[in-house]
């Protein structure tokens, strides 16, 4: 009865060990899933900033060469206004 007993008591700490194991690496996996988020979000976030800038510039490029074209200018004539 006692082997059993020990036996029982034995087990009952292996599976609390497990659940403490259990629960720290559902919390690292909780945390770790968060920090990629917040990084994925920044980077996406860098990207469309430069995205953005890049399509001024093309914005830019474009209106002093219609610019250009309407005033019979150069681009670099156009540009200088």
Excluded: F, H, S
């Excluded at 909780?30 to 093309?58: C, H, L, R, V």
């Amino acid at each position: 009865m006692k082997k059993i007993a020990l036996t029982a008591a034995v087990l009952g700490l292996g599976l609390a060990a497990c659940e403490a194991q259990t629960d720290e690496a559902a919390e690292t996996g909780i945390e770790n899933t968060g920090e990629a988020m917040e990084a994925d979000a920044e980077a996406a976030g860098e990207a469309t900033e430069a995205a953005m800038e890049e399509m001024a510039a093309e914005a830019d490029e474009t209106a002093t060469e219609v610019e250009a074209a309407v005033e019979g200018e150069t681009e670099a004539e156009a540009a200088a206004e």
